[in-house]
């Protein structure tokens, strides 16, 4: 039958797979290819076409122009369906015409979601099934988001096991899954394994600075954040210095979740002695706890003491944190009382409050600040320590302490913290 496309442009053939894309067919292990998924109900020889068309839709302004059939339309989708009764239709028009506006990247695919509707089969690839989850979410094609989600799944899943045969996606996009709130709690799951997988490609990223406060801080609490300990430090202490984050418990929240015992005994050193913390006193006791850790780690009396989270060594996976667990917990509304949740973790030694992934909230409010102006200063004392003696090894039952590949780094990050702290001290109280 004849396709109708009076705009003059051409959109790819919804039946046929991506050009130079070999078939994948259902069933069959996902490559780094296209896949090709369908129901069962088929109006397929009606997509596009002028045999009982009764309406028309124009995307964009005429980019692309569809003939359309109110019930198959109306069937699929509820969203169509009241949209379609509300149209009328003017005495100059042989048929109705519904405007329909997108987003450029949804527009490109809107012929794929279309004949999805008519047909029950849509090729789904890598490259393109972000903009068409968006379309089967706007218009609730409740199979089509199904099939999307999937295969968007198994994508990420591939990426975590680090299999050859899917590229995946880039860094940018997980992230902005991770955050947005149009996908599963499974997918969330696996894009949060992602990123902590691949946290050093995160944090090299311009991406890492554009992070929310929330997803910033369920990467730190992570037993797989794929990273020695002083660059989750200075990768942290960076996000806030671009940021210009000035609010202390907002900063504090955030430091607690570094793990102190296991940074070099140097950068202890320096953070004790310039008293880096003094006005985080969560933080303060933390790096007491890890300086006493260094000192008594070989005592046998000792090992019971040195117990928790902030021992743990970041080797093995944990879940995404649970939207439905303690959502009140780092809403903007109650961070300012965080210290009375932080006073347990850091009496046990550890900081064993769960992550908080709010889909609803907004970011904390970034304020301007002149904190930074001495970040790039390192102190005469750091210099002093490059030439101390190394730290023995630690004992095998011991979580074992990283070199520091960074040192300049790591110094810059103190400096930024005892800046903070200067600036943030009067309201310490």
Known sequence: ??????????????????????????????????????????????????????????????????????????????????????????????????????????????????????????????????????????????????????????????????????????????????????????????????????????????????????LVSDLLKCDDCNAEENVILTSATEWMKKNQLADKNLIEDILVNIRYPLLHRKVLYQLQKNGIFKNFPQVQVLVENAVRYHCFKDVPEARDDFVGVQFTKRTTYRSRPNSTENTSMNSPETLSSSSQNLNISVHSQAHCSPAVFIQNSQPPQIVQSQIYSNLLHESQEYHRLQEAVPAPPSPPMQPSVSAIPHMYNVSSAANYVQNASVQTGERSS
Request: glycine share 4%.
């Open 1 to 214: 039958m004849k396709r109708f496309s009076p705009s003059g442009q051409h959109y790819p053939d919804p039946s046929m797979p991506p050009e130079n894309v070999p078939e994948v067919t259902e069933g069959q292990t996902l490559s780094n290819e296209s896949k090709k998924v369908k129901t069962n109900q088929s109006f397929e020889s009606l997509f596009d076409c002028e045999s009982l068309c009764d309406v028309i839709l124009n995307v964009n302004d005429g980019q692309f122009l569809f003939r359309g059939h109110k019930m198959i339309l109306g069937l699929k989708s509820e969203i169509l369906a009241t949209m379609l009764n509300e149209l009328s239709s003017s005495e100059s028009q042989s048929r109705p015409v519904l405007n329909l506006k997108e987003l450029p990247e949804c527009s490109m695919v809107f012929s794929r979601f279309l004949y999805f509707i008519y047909s029950g089969a849509v090729w789904l690839h890598r490259d393109y099934v972000l903009p068409l989850h968006s379309l089967a979410e706007k218009y609730q094609v409740k199979p089509l988001i199904q099939h999307c989600q999937s295969y968007i799944s198994q994508i990420l899943f591939n990426m975590i096991s680090a299999s050859d045969g899917c590229r995946g996606f880039s860094i940018d996009i997980i992230c902005d899954i991770y955050e947005g709130n149009l996908y599963s709690d499974e997918i969330c799951d696996l894009c949060y394994k992602v990123l902590c997988a691949k946290f050093r490609d995160l944090i090299a990223s311009e991406r890492w600075t554009l992070c929310s406060w929330h």
